[in-house]
């Protein structure tokens, strides 16, 4: 099993340097980004390239795997975007505007086709990505479509599915991101697919 974000990189001996631990994660993320695979990686590699000694990676993570929990926590860290409140159509494009913009950065994007491509091969990482970083903003979006139904802004029926509806919402960008990185992904890509999006899901008649 794979130890939580919490406790993977906990080890005894000398306090750990934040900033050392910064540059380790970083540059996984920047070898990711560049194109490297997880069985690409490795621990003497990524001392290497963070100018670091391997033993001084050792002490902090026992091996790639917790070195790679505590990276996806890294990523998981950036806050939920603040919704504005003024519509469900203003709060919904916030929303879908966080998707797009993950996919449009480099490492993030690279880091979403690098874990799917993961997902059979190292199922426990992929839970523990699952679990750190798509649940928390799975939920949220659940949330504010489980209040536009509320509001009158959904066809309540949509509600008996709520996880096909987020599935539904997120679908679209996260293609683009990870199966079609040739696609665009411009910044007017967002207000146009939602309004696509609220064509389906609103009141009828």
């Not at 990711?32 to 391997?54: D, H, Q, T």
Request: proline share 6%; charged share 30%; with cysteine.
């Amino acid at each position: 099993m794979i130890d939580p974000p919490s406790t993977s990189a906990a080890r005894r001996g000398r306090p750990r340097s934040a900033a050392v631990d910064g540059v380790v994660i970083e540059t996984v993320l920047r070898l990711i980004a560049a194109g490297s695979s997880l069985a690409e990686l490795s621990m003497e590699g990524i001392a290497r390239e963070a100018g670091v000694g391997k033993a001084t990676v050792y002490r902090r993570w026992p091996g790639k795997e917790a070195l790679l929990i505590d990276v996806l926590a890294t990523v998981d860290s950036q806050p939920l975007p603040e919704l504005p409140g003024t519509s469900f159509r203003d709060d919904l494009i916030v929303a879908v505007e966080s998707i797009r913009r993950r996919g449009v950065a480099k490492r993030e994007s690279a880091l979403m086709r690098t874990m799917l491509t993961e997902a059979h091969s190292s199922p426990e990482l992929w839970r523990c990505y699952h679990d750190t970083v798509i649940a928390t903003r799975r939920e949220a979006l659940a949330g504010l479509l489980r209040r536009g139904m509320a509001n009158g802004d959904i066809r309540p029926e949509l509600g008996e599915n709520v996880e096909l509806l987020v599935d539904f919402v997120t679908g679209p960008l996260l293609a683009r991101a990870t199966l079609r990185p040739d696609a665009e992904l411009s910044p007017d890509l967002t207000e146009r697919l939602v309004d696509l999006l609220l064509d389906g899901m609103r009141p009828r008649g």
